[in-house]
């Protein structure tokens, strides 16, 4: 499957941003899919992530109550709604599939190529 990540962009503190990524081929709803950051200087970590049917979702603690993941498998697309966002928010965004509901980033397969998203204070 090809992601591919989009909807970044440059914002203030306290702003909402939704991330979006589209996904090519048939097989998008057998995927598990997350969102993991990368700010400049500091690795990947994880965000948040959704399972198959959307039944299931599970985020970072820096986020939780601000970031909401979902999904629509009609349209091959996995969304993060960003509110109340923060400078420490600032990173690139990136949206990977994988075949379990995990946080580590090693067991996502395939990865979008991210999206810049910048929270200014």
């Known amino acids: 499957v090809q992601l591919q990540a989009s909807g970044g962009g440059l914002v203030q503190a306290g702003d909402s941003l939704r991330l979006s990524c589209a996904a090519s081929?048939?097989?998008?709803?057998?995927?598990?899919l997350g969102w993991f950051r990368q700010a400049p200087g500091k690795e990947r970590e994880f965000v948040a992530v959704?399972?198959?049917?959307?039944?299931?979702?599970y985020y970072a603690d820096s986020v939780k109550g601000r970031f909401t993941i979902s999904r629509d498998n009609a349209k091959n697309t996995v969304y993060l709604q960003m509110n109340s966002l923060k400078s420490e928010d600032t990173a690139v965004y990136y949206c990977?599939?994988?075949?379990?509901?995990?946080?580590?980033?090693?067991?996502?397969?395939?990865w979008g190529q991210g999206t810049q998203v910048t929270v200014s204070s």
């Open positions: 990977a599939a994988g075949s379990f509901v995990r946080a580590t980033i090693e067991t996502y397969e395939y």
């Open positions: 081929g048939r097989t998008f709803s057998r995927y598990v």
């Open positions: 959704i399972s198959r049917t959307g039944g299931t979702t």
